[in-house]
């Protein structure tokens, strides 16, 4: 069935690190991949998505890439802030446009 | 703000009972999605509606129920309530399938 691995669960940087987080989803006809962060008691929230079109997509500290091949995609966020700190999710989709989340990712950035 | 309106933002209520969460998508969504958001859990798909029509339905259980109307609102119906059924529901919009979706606040459902 339909499935998205995300690792790792938590993750721990210094202010100013890079932080990657890595998903995997099982359904081939999946074209679209989204990240949600989401803040403690908040909804979640787009940050940034990409269709299965594009290999890498770029928007100022934040990146994702496409491995349509390997079924993978990869958030990155450079010079990471203490506000980044919140629960990050990926979600990869068909044309019906239903979601389906990963499990999350708890990201610390400690000043 | 998303755009997206969910009430009641708290619910707390009694084991066996049933309550009902509202959604009011963007306007212009025509795709209303229901997700179900556990302690320390992610966000767990439970069904879709597309224009008044249901599209794809998750790991939803009989005990719960779901409508579109014709304004395009949409209601999530939860019965026979267990203390499992605990949880924060989040009601998500978008303008089709295949744009992004935005996320209203969700519901804190609270059963004791």
Known sequence: GENVEQHPSTLSVQEGDSAVIKCTYSDSASNYFPWYKQELGKRPQLIIDIRSNVGEK??????VTLNKTAKHFSLHITETQPEDSAVYFCAASTDTGKLIFGQGTTLQVKP | DSGVT??????????????TLR???????LSVYWYQQSLDQ?????????NGEERAKGNILERFSAQQFPDLHSELNLSSLE???????????????????FFGQGTRLTVV
Do not use: N, W
């Open chain 1, 58 to 63: 770029k928007d100022q500290r934040i990146a």
């Open chain 2, 6 to 19: 969910q009430t009641p933002k708290h619910l707390i209520t009694a084991t066996g009972q049933r309550v």
């Open chain 2, 23 to 29: 959604c009011s998508p963007r306007s212009g969504d």
């Open chain 2, 42 to 50: 992610g966000l767990q798909f439970l069904i879709q509606y597309y």
């Open chain 2, 83 to 101: 203390l499992g059924d605990s949880a924060l529901y989040f009601c998500a919009s978008s303008v089709d399938m295949i744009t992004e979706a």
